[in-house]
């Protein structure tokens, strides 16, 4: 079993910056964040292995940053120039032998 915390998110104005961090109870191949707005479904946002290598959905390459620290089990998400519609609640994700862990959610809101 492997528990996810997450720390960070809030509230913020267009243009402005938040970081997500989440700590693992143990080493982890694959971490990543998801995020869920409301009426939609949830998706990956960004995703980080081990060796480094990364990925981002198509809405946030170039304003978002995923990096991870295995020293210590856990992963971050750098988020700039944030846009409205970045709102929803940013969840943890693990994946380790063909099983999925999930943080409790973070909410990031981004308003005038």
């Known amino acids: 079993q492997v528990q996810l915390v997450e720390s960070g998110g809030g509230s913020v104005q267009p243009g402005g910056s938040l970081r997500l961090s989440c700590a693992a109870s143990?080493?982890?191949?694959?971490m990543g964040w998801y995020r869920q707005a409301p009426g939609k479904q949830r998706e990956l946002v960004a995703q980080i292995i081990t060796g480094g290598s990364t990925y981002y959905t198509d809405s946030v390459k170039g304003r978002f940053t995923i990096s991870r620290d295995n020293a210590k089990n856990t992963v971050t998400l750098q988020m700039d120039s944030l846009k409205p519609d970045d709102t929803a609640v940013y969840y943890c994700?693990?994946?380790?032998?063909?099983?999925?862990?999930w943080g409790q959610g973070t909410q990031v809101t981004v308003s005038s």
């Open positions: 994700h693990a994946r380790q032998m063909f099983t999925d862990y």
């Open positions: 143990r080493s982890i191949f694959d």
